[in-house]
Nanobody, 115 residues
Framework: QVQLVESGGGLVQPGGSLRLSCVASRIFFSIYAMGWYRQAPGKQRELVAR???????NYADSVKGRFTISRDNAKRTVLLQMNSLKPEDTAVYYC?????????WGQGTQVTVSS
């Protein structure tokens, strides 16, 4: 059974930083596009950042210049470095692995930005 396990969420003050980590198991990690999505209360889930198997990245306009996605295929890990956090970044953040052979989600990790 495929597993995506997120960690690194928490409570942080505005302007602070967090680094989210997602470790994958039981998939051929290197061929998957990996993404981070988020869902705030009462809102739809939205793409935050995505990195392809070849390393190309794209970001939501709201996080460009503040968030950085990266991957380490040897460690089967995708990271999301979040800087200059704002209250509107508060949400549950989900890791996603996508490929023509399958699409998988983690359980989510809560990020709360508040003073």
């Amino acid at each position: 059974q495929v597993q995506l396990v997120e960690s690194g969420g928490g409570l942080v003050q505005p302007g602070g930083s967090l680094r989210l980590s997602c470790v994958a198991s039981r998939i051929f990690f290197s061929i998957y596009a990996m993404g981070w999505y988020r869902q705030a209360p009462g809102k739809q889930r939205e793409l935050v950042a995505r990195i392809t198997s070849g390393g190309s990245t794209n970001y939501a306009d709201s996080v460009k210049g503040r968030f950085t996605i990266s991957r380490d295929n040897a460690k089967r890990t995708v990271l999301l470095q979040m800087n200059s956090l704002k209250p509107e970044d508060t949400a549950v953040y989900y890791c996603n692995a996508g490929h023509i052979s399958g699409d998988y989600w983690g359980q989510g990790t809560q990020v709360t930005v508040s003073s």
